[in-house]
Each structure stands twice: as structure tokens, then as C-alpha cells.
């Protein structure tokens, strides 16, 4: 885990791609809730309530959750801000249920995206059938992603030829999964996510050595809560994004 910015009132650092949040999502020995206990024990006194953002489960208090304002996924790396007091994180959490804060992810996706820029609003909700995964239905939250084509890439062999897209992505609401479900419903998956993607691009990502979804958070920007001043974060590609994008022909 890399610190970005620290001061007495919030936390940011650069999550890296393999780390979940908290236990919520899984049995992770390593997550991000028990590095930020390990490292400020004296946060484990600071039980304040925080609402979860997990269908019927609004009303519960989120003790190990601590100082969390916003999640990333599992394998999505990428800027992330903590509150290290109970101001900070209830002035961050109406910053976040306002749309108030700018978030902004970098995602290489299967096929070439046009027109080059887009807005999609598809409100997003559980999955009918498959209950762990979500899915743009009808009657779900109101969910709206924007993106922009950075980049074409493609890679070229004897029989075929593959089309590859790098995107920046906009989210104003963050719903879980939410940019992996919007751009997997227009036609084009995220390379390396073997939940969303469909089958070409699943055997696109394991010929081009993807073994995580590449989904980077790569901008965040907020109020501070205490001095009012608005500040922006940026994290490059991580080497293992990088690596990829090297390997790909413009």
C-alpha cells in the first residue's frame, strides 16, 4: 500500500490490484480496513457508524468499515481516500451522496470503442438469476458512467486481428461494479474480467497475459473537510497495466 497524501483529518493511498477493502468482501487475510488498523491502531477506538451500501443492510453499523468512505474492487487498483476522524468521514460521505467528487479510472476494453466518446445511463441492481453479480436492469439504482477514447490498440497474427480500446472513465454514481457492468453491456468488456467479459474477450485477455481486470483508478478529486480546499489526487498505470499496453501494437 503506497500513502499518497496524510494529514490528521483523511488518508489517501494507491491500492494495490489483489486487496480487498474490507472483510465484506471476502476472507482476504490482507485487506485494506486491517493494514489501516495495523498501522493507526488507535482508529479501532473510533467505532463510529458508517451506512453500507449493501441492499437491506442500511441500517447496520459497519464496525470493522472504519474511516471507509468509498470501495474499490478486489482487483481494481487505484487511488482510494480514508477519513481518519468521524467529521471527516461523514463531510466526505455527503461529498460522495452528493456527486460532488470527480472520479476518474483508465480501462483498456475489448473491440474499438466509437464514437470516441459516450455517456451511458443504465440504472444497475442484482443480478435475477445470479445473485453475486450485478447487472443493468430495469428497476435498479440510477447508475451513469462517461468515458473517452485515449488510445486504439491492436494485436495482429497470421489468421486474425484484435481491437483494443483505452478508455478514461467518468463514473458520477458508484454503484458496485459499475463501470465493468455499463461497458460490458454496450459490447465492450473490460480486458481481464472473466466475470463481465464475454467469451472473445476472456481469450483476448489470457492471450495478452491479463490475469486481473484492467481497471485502474487513476484520479480523484474532493473537498478537504476541514480546510474547504479542493484537492486532486493522480496515480499513473501500475508496471502490470504498463506491461500490457507495451505489447500491443498502435
Not at 471507509?68 to 474492487?73: A, E, G, I, P, T
Not at 470503442?113 to 470516441?116: A, G, N, Q, S
Given at each position: 500500500?503506497?500513502?499518497?497524501?496524510?494529514d490528521?483529518?483523511?488518508l489517501?493511498?494507491d491500492k494495490?490490484?489483489g486487496?480487498v477493502v474490507d472483510?465484506?468482501?471476502g476472507?482476504?487475510r490482507?485487506?485494506?480496513?486491517?493494514?489501516?488498523?495495523?498501522?493507526?491502531?488507535?482508529?479501532a477506538?473510533?467505532a463510529w457508524?458508517?451506512?453500507?451500501q449493501i441492499?437491506?443492510?442500511k441500517?447496520?453499523i459497519?464496525?470493522?468499515?472504519i474511516g471507509?468512505?468509498?470501495?474499490?474492487?478486489?482487483?481494481t487498483?487505484?487511488?482510494?481516500v480514508i477519513a481518519?476522524?468521524?467529521?471527516?468521514?461523514?463531510?466526505?460521505?455527503?461529498?460522495?451522496?452528493?456527486r460532488?467528487?470527480?472520479?476518474?479510472?483508465?480501462a483498456?476494453v475489448f473491440g474499438k470503442?466509437?464514437?470516441?466518446r459516450?455517456?451511458?445511463?443504465?440504472?444497475?441492481?442484482r443480478?435475477?438469476?445470479?445473485?453475486q453479480k450485478?447487472?443493468?436492469i430495469?428497476g435498479g439504482r440510477?447508475?451513469?458512467?462517461e468515458f473517452?477514447v485515449?488510445s486504439y490498440?491492436k494485436?495482429?497474427?497470421?489468421?486474425?486481428k484484435?481491437?483494443?480500446?483505452?478508455?478514461?472513465?467518468r463514473?458520477?454514481t458508484?454503484r458496485?461494479?459499475q463501470?465493468?457492468?455499463h461497458?460490458a453491456k454496450?459490447?465492450y468488456?473490460?480486458?481481464?474480467d472473466?466475470?463481465?467479459g464475454?467469451?472473445?474477450?476472456?481469450k483476448?485477455s489470457?492471450e495478452?497475459?491479463l490475469i486481473?481486470?484492467?481497471?485502474h483508478?487513476?484520479?480523484l478529486s474532493?473537498t478537504?473537510p476541514?480546510?474547504?480546499?479542493?484537492l486532486t489526487?493522480?496515480?499513473?498505470l501500475?508496471e502490470d497495466?504498463?506491461?500490457?499496453i507495451?505489447h500491443?501494437?498502435?
Open positions: 500500500m503506497k500513502i499518497i497524501y496524510e490528521k483529518d483523511i489517501v493511498v494495490p490490484a486487496m472483510e465484506g468482501a476472507r482476504e490482507e485487506t485494506v480496513v486491517s493494514w489501516l488498523l495495523q498501522k493507526y491502531p488507535e482508529m477506538q473510533l457508524p458508517i451506512e453500507a441492499a437491506n443492510r441500517s447496520q459497519e464496525e470493522k468499515r471507509l468512505v468509498h470501495r474499490l474492487d478486489k482487483d487498483s487505484g487511488l482510494l481518519k476522524t468521524p467529521k471527516s468521514q461523514k463531510s466526505l460521505m455527503s461529498q460522495w451522496k452528493g460532488k467528487v470527480e472520479k476518474e479510472y483508465i483498456l470503442v466509437e464514437p470516441k459516450g455517456r451511458i445511463e443504465l440504472p444497475i441492481g443480478a435475477p438469476i445470479q445473485r450485478m447487472a443493468a430495469s440510477e447508475a451513469i458512467t473517452e485515449l490498440y494485436l495482429s497474427a497470421i489468421s486474425y484484435l481491437e483494443f480500446s483505452l478508455l478514461k472513465v463514473i458520477l458508484g458496485t461494479h463501470i465493468r457492468v461497458l454496450i459490447g468488456p473490460v480486458m481481464g472473466f466475470v463481465y464475454n467469451k472473445s474477450s476472456i483476448a489470457k495478452i497475459g486481473r481486470q484492467f481497471l483508478a487513476s484520479k474532493f478537504h476541514t480546510t474547504k480546499k479542493k489526487f493522480e496515480s499513473p501500475p497495466l504498463q506491461i500490457i507495451s500491443l501494437q498502435i
